[in-house]
């Protein structure tokens, strides 16, 4: 009688490697590994990640290229939200797991598996992402989850490996690093308390470029479309760009949040090209949207990056905010200039054939010219209207 198949999502790290042992000797389940690449990895490191599941006794092992309906489906919008969770994050991981657990799931339905797992602690916002998205999607599929379920440490994976022939030098990984497309995590025993920060070599990283660059990026009704002037696909920018910029270690900070799960959670990152790409898009959109198109996006897009973050994106409301973010682009095309320093950068301007701060209307600070001076002193008399009420009512502002 032929084992029953489990689809393993996995990337080659302590927790995956345990999971394939344990699924095999423990279960007696034919174990079938799957990583999803969503623009983190180079072929190299990809056949690395292959030829580890192969020695750990896995039946088959494939990789499920995701990067461009990655961006297509998510990464879009959060470019045109501009969307960072608390000011801060540009939810790198957050919108990376919900993508890998689509993924997943339709290949264990396609493969016919009895069985579907995930590598997830029980103390983290992976294992709702990944729990919710197989539910929906393969909900005739049981969920495995080692790790969570045995409530293991570290150091008792090490030690079952160990006694099953896999003797690596794990505690080599200090830091724990999540990288994809849309930015790098950074986890370590510093992001574990509320007052240290990161040391410099936790970052993968480094400094290497001293001297300032200036660069330009291109977009065409909010989508990227040119670095310097030559045109490229969003995700080939997106690539190039962090491959520039992450030499200045820019895009360097600490995210401190609420989890899905009710604590409070702290997460270092590096992401060179979401954060120049959203500053650059905002910037752009700053001179190219009315007032109340800015407001009403920053209300609807911050729900979005909030559904993305809480495992929410199959709610049928981030369509309805998709549209609307597609709506608001069809005027967010020109160049915007961006200046490359030592972990930081900087805006120098945009240009744009829908610039609305069109000096044929007027220069703020220095000369009108669609008004004149008694239109201010009316204008500005309705304007106070309601406070002249309010005083003359209660006799007070």
């Not at 969920?143 to 440490?153: K, M």
């Not at 030499?247 to 997460?267: L, N, W």
């Not at 898009?281 to 996006?297: D, G, P, V």
Request: with cysteine; net charge negative.
């Amino acid at each position: 009688m032929n084992p029953e198949k489990v689809v393993l999502a996995f990337s080659g790290g302590l927790d995956t490697s345990f999971c394939v042992k344990y699924l095999t000797h423990e279960k007696g389940l034919e174990v079938h590994s799957a990583i999803v690449n969503t623009g983190g990895f180079s072929k190299g490191e990809l056949q690395d990640i292959e030829q580890k599941a192969f020695s750990l006794g896995v039946k088959k092992h494939i990789t499920l290229e995701e990067t461009d309906s990655f961006y297509n489906q998510i990464v879009k919008y959060l470019i045109y939200g501009n969307v960072l969770r608390n000011n801060t994050y540009p939810l790198s991981v957050s919108a990376e797991r919900i993508h890998q657990a689509m993924a997943i799931a339709e290949y264990a339905k396609e493969i016919d598996a009895s069985y579907i797992a995930h590598g997830s602690t029980g103390a983290g916002n992976d294992q709702v992402r990944f729990d919710l998205v197989f539910q929906l999607i393969a909900p005739d599929i049981e969920i495995l989850t080692p790790i969570r379920e045995l409530g293991l440490s570290r150091q008792e994976e090490i030690d079952y490996l160990a006694k099953h022939g896999v003797s690596t030098s794990w505690e080599k990984a200090k830091y724990s690093i999540n990288k994809g497309l849309w930015g790098t995590s950074v986890g370590g025993a510093e992001t574990l308390t509320s007052h240290k920060g990161l040391p410099e070599e936790a970052y993968p990283s480094q400094l290497n470029v001293q001297d300032p660059m200036a660069i330009r990026l291109s977009f065409t009704k909010g989508e990227l479309s040119a670095l310097d002037g030559k045109q490229m696909e969003p995700v080939a920018i997106i690539q190039q760009l962090e491959s520039v910029a992450s030499k200045y270690a820019i895009g360097r900070d600490v995210h401190v949040g609420d989890t899905i799960i009710g604590i409070k959670g702290r997460v270092g990152f590096e992401a060179a090209a979401p954060s120049i790409i959203i500053k650059a898009h905002h910037t752009l959109e700053k001179h190219t949207l009315s007032k109340w198109q800015l407001h009403w996006k920053d209300q609807l897009a911050n729900w979005y990056g909030m559904f993305i973050h809480e495992a929410k994106y199959f709610d049928p409301c981030m369509r309805d905010i998709e549209k609307f973010l597609d709506s608001t682009q069809r005027n967010v095309t020109g160049d915007v200039f961006i200046e490359l320093y030592p972990y930081r950068f900087s805006i120098a301007g945009i240009q744009s054939p829908h610039d609305l701060m069109n000096p044929e209307f007027g220069s703020y600070g220095e000369e009108n010219k669609s008004w004149s001076g008694e239109d201010v002193k009316g204008f500005t008399k309705i304007l106070a209207n309601p406070m002249h009420i309010f005083k003359q009512v209660n006799g007070e502002l």
